[in-house]
């Protein structure tokens, strides 16, 4: 894959010196602000957001090789990263109007592209809700709007990672048995169309096609239930692994930080060849209890323990399982 100057210098500081991402997502805004409103009403939405994304930049980021912000609350903390550590900023809005038919996406207000690469962002991130089963109309829609984000990117010579959801646009339970069946097909839908050249992506952010609570053997989780053997679910992994011409990587997807890292070593074994992660809740979710209820000095004091300990943990596995996207 070749890349133009400025995004090839993108993909460099977002990845470490070995050309693996160990990227720590921290662009979560609406679910984040209510967990930290619900456990202390006296933090505004914003200050709790804006302080709890300064920590994990400061403590977090600054081990990782590249940090995933949002424009709207997290240019604070974006400041509290030393300038070798990458700047990957969030394009999209938070979450989706659920009155309106398909989960269409929103660009953030007041920010072009090209104001995200002026303010430092190395790589911009694009996140949308897909269901390739969903109406043509509404699939159209999220395609174009792809193309437009990576068209932006190109006239400013910026890394764009797109990081496609699935969704059932049926409305079947996103964790239930009967969509956790219909999942692998979507993402490695994914792989196939998201590769092609006229979107303009340069680095898929996606989910594994089996979390691996799901597949058999793991039964030391409490929500294990298992629905594929570890060779049906092997085969899945290296299907969507072969199916992308571009770099990948997986996001967490809300799983522990076991979990993830489980999930890692099972992706490797399987022989998907994807190029780090960007891992975020699985990192730092526990972190939101002692800053929201102890203060400061205790969140700080999580950070540097627990949290780092959380980040080595995953930063370590993505060291050992990755595939260099060179």
């Not at 989910?207 to 929500?223: D, R, S």
Request: with cysteine; charged share 25%; proline share 3%.
């Amino acid at each position: 894959m070749k890349l133009s100057p400025g995004k090839q210098k993108g993909l460099e500081h977002i990845s470490n010196a070995n050309n693996i991402i160990l990227a720590t997502a921290m662009d979560q805004r609406g679910s984040l602000g209510k967990m930290i409103r619900s456990l202390n009403e006296n933090i505004t939405y914003e200050n709790g957001l804006r302080a709890f994304k300064q920590g994990v930049s400061e403590v977090l980021g600054n081990q990782s090789s590249s940090l995933l912000l949002d424009p709207e609350y997290g240019w604070d903390a974006a400041e509290k990263l030393n300038k070798e550590i990458g700047l990957i900023m969030a394009y999209e809005k938070t979450g989706y109007d659920a009155t309106e038919k398909g989960r269409l996406p929103n660009l953030v207000d007041h920010y072009s592209v090209q104001d995200l690469v002026k303010a430092g962002a190395n790589a911009v991130k694009l996140l949308v809700y897909y269901d390739h089963k969903e109406d043509e109309e509404i699939n159209q829609t999220k395609k174009t709007l792809i193309k437009r984000v990576g068209d932006e990117c190109k006239q400013n010579d910026v890394l764009f990672i797109l990081e496609p959801v699935s969704y059932s646009s049926e409305g079947l339970d996103s964790k239930g048995s009967e969509f956790v069946k219909k999942k692998p097909a979507i993402v490695e839908y994914f792989m196939v169309e998201f590769s092609k050249e006229i979107y303009g992506i340069d680095v898929l952010k996606v989910e594994v096609p089996v979390p691996i609570f799901h597949i058999e053997g793991y039964n030391q989780y409490n929500n294990y239930d298992p629905i594929f053997s570890k060779d049906e679910a092997a085969k899945l992994y290296r299907s969507c692994s072969e199916k992308s011409r571009l770099p990948f990587i997986y996001l967490s997807g809300g799983v522990t930080n076991e979990q993830f890292i489980d999930t890692l070593h099972f992706a490797k074994e399987a022989g998907a060849k994807f190029s780090g992660s960007l891992c975020g809740r699985a990192i730092w979710k526990e972190g939101v209890e002692p800053f929201a209820k102890e203060g400061k000095d205790a969140y700080y004091e999580w950070l540097k323990t627990t949290g780092s300990k959380n980040l080595n943990k995953v930063m370590d596995t993505i060291k050992e399982t990755a595939t260099p996207w060179s």
